[in-house]
């Protein structure tokens, strides 16, 4: 005992940390100085199934003293409905412990049923980062009417579902952001607004990253998977027609969903880097004739003060389409582009829009249309676009070598008269391969003296 009562602070907190809830609450009575060091729990953790241990688990949580912390609390389970009053109380009796981080990914093991969070989650004074999943309902009806979240920062969210009131004034997800001061950081996973009831609108003057991310794309409503269609009529009324982003304080978006009809209000002053992944239906693919079915212009616009761009075939297409509308971009310097093998048919006319840009990504391999004696597909142009276009720094991130890929970066290096530096990931599976790789890389002709050429090998694709 006293060779572990000497010990720093901080290395009986570890060894607390291997202590279960019961374990830590009956070590605080051999020592006083445990009393104030045992008292503040770091992790609380349950993964499995409530048929193994919780019980246990819960008897632990419940057993500690009053003057306990609990700093990160962790519950992962699939139960059945009549489980929830034992995981109710559990989760009253932790935030009202300090919780800092809550993290709760739940299900209900029987077809048709929705776990509801207790009002106390949404009153925590003290939680820094909230992570909720998976198909919970949050409805503005079973929010309490003093719901706030202080010193929320991180709201992660896994196809949780928002619900509002029918004239669409109350919305559970509206207010969320609005009684969270503080919070920078929203990620939502497996999104299906459609499902949702609310306001359509993600306002928050705090926020500084924002993530979503689709759940499947494919159309609700022709997918025969059951469990997507039922759940209770609510969750198809809203027509998802209109969103609006009002958050001046963004810095960063990650953005992967199906294109609404509109955006009505477009509030993005301090955006540095955006991520596009955006289609108009199930299939994937601009139309021409999308474009008097829907309007992306206000989010298009509301991008000028981007720096970092990083866009999928899609978006690529939604820039081309609305070409003649698109603003130029002068604060763009670098581009991150996954055409994912399809035709580069739009790249040459988006590119242009972007004058300043010194940085050019390539996710995918270099395109190049499949035929005897073609090397260039026609959609490319020769690669003319390039000759204007300022870029300092290029980078290939699949690269195998190929006479056609070698064909385009003759084009790249012999066009790009501001190039300073060519970064290739190359896939080769011996020395022979990267040598001669190596090699023809470095014997194509360049338009800058300054141009220099780096290679990186991977033996596995990617």
Not at 318 to 347: A, G, H, R
Not at 355 to 366: C, F
Request: aromatic share 10%; hydrophobic share 40%; charged share 25%.
């Amino acid at each position: 005992m006293d060779r572990i009562s000497n010990l720093p602070d901080e290395i009986i907190h570890h060894i607390g940390s291997f202590l279960s809830a019961k374990e830590a609450a009956f070590a605080t009575v051999l020592s006083k100085r445990w009393r104030t060091l045992f008292n503040i729990i770091p992790k609380l953790d349950f993964n499995g199934s409530l048929k193994r241990g919780f019980k246990d688990f819960v008897d632990g949580v419940l057993a500690l003293p009053v003057s306990s912390r609990v700093r990160t609390f962790s519950l992962k389970c699939i139960h059945a409905p009549q489980d929830e009053d034992l995981i109710n109380r559990c989760l009253r009796h932790v935030v009202n412990r300090g919780v800092l981080v809550l993290e709760l990914h739940i299900r209900v093991a029987r077809k048709g049923h929705s776990y509801l969070l207790p009002c106390d989650v949404f009153t925590c004074k003290t939680v820094s980062t909230m992570k909720l999943g998976s198909g919970f309902v949050i409805d503005h009806l079973l929010l309490p009417a003093d719901v706030s979240l202080p010193s929320l920062k991180s709201l992660f969210l896994d196809s949780v579902r928002f619900f509002g009131s029918d004239d669409g004034r109350c919305c559970s997800f509206t207010t969320l952001l609005s009684q969270s001061p503080l919070l920078e950081e929203l990620v939502m996973e497996d999104m299906e607004w459609e499902r949702w009831k609310w306001c359509s609108t993600v306002s928050s003057t705090t926020l500084q990253r924002l993530t979503i991310q689709r759940r499947e794309w494919e159309s609700f409503d022709e997918t025969d998977d059951e469990e997507n269609i039922r759940l209770d009529s609510r969750c198809l009324t809203h027509d998802f027609d209109y969103i609006s982003f009002d958050t001046p304080a963004l810095t960063y978006l990650e953005y992967s969903d199906y294109v609404p009809k509109e955006y009505l209000i477009v509030n993005l002053g301090s955006l540095v880097e955006a991520n596009l992944n955006l289609c108009v239906d199930e299939h994937g693919v601009w139309q021409n004739q999308h474009a008097n079915t829907f309007n992306p212009m206000t989010l298009i616009n509301g991008l000028k003060n981007v720096e970092i761009l990083n866009l999928t075939i899609e978006a690529v297409e939604m820039f081309y389409v609305f070409n003649e509308s698109t603003p130029m971009f002068e604060k763009v310097s670098q581009i991150t582009i996954d055409l994912s093998n399809s035709c580069w048919f739009s790249l040459p006319t988006v590119i242009k829009k972007f004058p300043n840009l010194k940085t050019l990504i390539i996710e995918d391999s270099l395109h190049y249309r499949f035929g005897e004696g073609v090397l260039v597909c026609e959609c490319v142009s020769e690669y003319s676009f390039l000759l204007s276009c300022p870029v300092e720094v290029l980078k290939i991130n699949k690269y195998n070598g190929y006479v056609n890929e070698l064909e385009q970066m003759k084009h790249f290096l012999g066009k790009l008269s501001c190039l300073e530096l060519v970064e290739v990931r190359a896939q080769a599976t011996s020395s022979e391969e990267k040598l001669q790789i190596m090699a023809d890389l470095l014997m194509l002709p360049r338009a800058s003296s300054k141009c220099k050429i780096q290679v990186k090998f991977f033996q596995n694709s990617y």
